[in-house]
């Protein structure tokens, strides 16, 4: 069974840093495209950062380039997010991606909040 798994989420101040990690299970993360989404309370999900799974070009969303980093380890079948520099508007519901075609992919999500 193909499965996705998030971990690393919870609260953390502002300007404090967290990183998520991701791993699948039941399938090979290699031939994927990944990403990374976030959900914050009363708003679309949105991708904010992806990895292909070709040349491993990466791409970030406005608000978080410059203070995210998405990886990737295909030899551990894993991807993670690096978050740095973070805002109280970063808080939100992250999910992992993996996408390959017509198939695509979800963690359950782990929540992020960034308070004082």
């Known amino acids: 069974q193909m499965h996705l798994e998030e971990s690393g989420g919870g609260l953390v101040q502002p300007g404090g840093s967290l990183s998520l990690s991701c791993a699948a299970s039941?399938?090979?993360?290699?031939?994927?495209?990944v990403a990374w989404f976030r959900q914050a309370p009363g708003k679309e999900r949105e991708q904010i950062a992806c990895i292909q799974n070709v040349d491993h070009t990466t791409t970030y969303e406005e608000p978080v380039k410059g203070r995210f980093t998405i990886s990737r380890d295909n030899a551990k079948n894993s991807m993670w997010l690096q978050m740095s520099s973070l805002k109280p508007e970063d808080t939100a519901v992250y999910y992992c991606?993996?996408?390959?075609?017509?198939?695509?992919?979800w963690g359950q999500g782990t929540q992020v909040t960034v308070s004082s």
């Open positions: 991606s993996a996408e390959r075609g017509p198939f695509t992919y």
């Open positions: 039941g399938f090979t993360l290699n031939m994927y495209a």
